[in-house]
């Protein structure tokens, strides 16, 4: 028997089985939950592309290596800082969104939100909700162009600054005024927290999408350009056509009547309840335990 065994074991030494501790396992969750993020970041923007790009680079020198090119790998070689570089340049808006949305996953943001975001009762009420959707009808009746932007977790203060204070509550009658034509405050974009109007003629980032629909125009572009970098929904009413549409993390759904802007309202207030209850569970279940 013992000759068996040790004829066996010695047949298999070639297959080595590691010893795998629980830091092991930890560390590959890690680095497979960063890897899919990573490939889900790499789909989701222009940097796709790039991907494929540097897939076909790789296979070509694969190609020069077998064949001993000198020449291509020595190129290769040299242009690998410079193109480190280049490509850091050239998707430094992509790389900037990425960190903006690692920055506002839960796990971080529920350490460094401000702990008066979460006890606010509803930073969209049912009245709000009535008046926007009410100003944005009339607006588009009219063809008159807006740009409403309602904050959400992440502060707006930067833009904010950009535009002049009003502080007031948000109804159908102000909210038409402000965008009038030819009025001191038409020209920008308001943005709403807490059902209140705190600044008008506020400027917005553009997009960087090359893929739109060339009827958009800039309002379009800055509706989607403040989504991309914020979990804000901006509601926006063409100029040339009156077309109601709604922007939110980097999409934009067009050609929305006063049911479906409604539904668009109302799912921020759900999202937000969602939130806060699963805020308050998360404390209720830290405060048993201690």
């Known amino acids: 028997m013992h000759k068996i065994l040790t004829a066996l074991s010695s047949y298999f030494d070639w297959f080595y089985v590691p010893h795998i501790t629980i830091t092991d396992i930890l560390e590959i969750i890690i680095l497979s939950y960063l890897l899919?993020?990573?490939?889900?970041?790499?789909?989701?923007?222009?940097?796709?592309?790039?991907?494929?790009?540097?897939?076909?680079?790789?296979?070509?020198?694969?190609?020069?290596?077998?064949?001993?090119?000198?020449?291509?790998?020595?190129?290769?070689?040299?242009?690998?800082?410079?193109?480190?570089?280049?490509?850091?340049?050239?998707?430094?808006?992509?790389?900037?969104?990425?960190?903006?949305?690692?920055?506002?996953?839960?796990?971080?943001?529920?350490?460094?939100?401000?702990?008066?975001?979460?006890?606010k009762s509803d930073r969209l009420s049912d009245k709000t909700i009535s008046e926007l959707t009410a100003a944005a009808i009339a607006m588009s009746k009219n063809k008159t162009g807006a740009l409403i932007v309602l904050e959400q977790d992440v502060a707006l203060g930067e833009y904010e600054s950009t535009g002049i204070s009003i502080d007031a509550v948000v109804t159908k009658q102000l909210v038409v005024n402000i965008f009038e034509h030819n009025t001191p405050l038409h020209d920008g974009a308001v943005i709403v927290r807490n059902n209140r109007i705190v600044s008008a003629t506020c400027y917005l980032p553009l997009t960087n999408q090359h893929d739109l629909n060339k009827e958009l125009?800039?309002?379009?572009?800055?509706?989607?350009?403040?989504?991309?970098?914020?979990?804000?929904?901006?509601?926006?009413?063409?100029?040339?056509?009156?077309l109601i549409s709604v922007a939110q993390g980097g999409n934009l759904i067009r050609n929305l009547d006063a049911e479906g802007l409604r539904k668009q309202l109302e799912s921020l207030r759900v999202r937000d309840v969602e939130t806060r209850r699963s805020r308050n569970r998360r404390r209720g279940g830290k405060k048993r335990e201690k």
Request: no cysteine; proline share 1%; glycine share 8%.
């Open 36 to 119: 899919y993020h990573l490939m889900l970041w790499f789909k989701k923007t222009r940097a796709w592309t790039l991907l494929k790009g540097v897939v076909v680079l790789v296979a070509f020198m694969g190609l020069a290596t077998v064949l001993q090119l000198n020449t291509m790998l020595w190129i290769f070689k040299n242009a690998i800082n410079v193109g480190i570089l280049a490509v850091i340049i050239l998707f430094q808006p992509e790389l900037r969104r990425a960190l903006e949305e690692l920055g506002r996953k839960n796990i971080i943001s529920d350490v460094l939100t401000r702990d008066d975001r979460g006890t």
């Open 217 to 242: 125009g800039t309002r379009h572009r800055a509706a989607i350009g403040i989504s991309e970098v914020s979990d804000s929904m901006t509601i926006v009413v063409s100029e040339e056509n009156g």
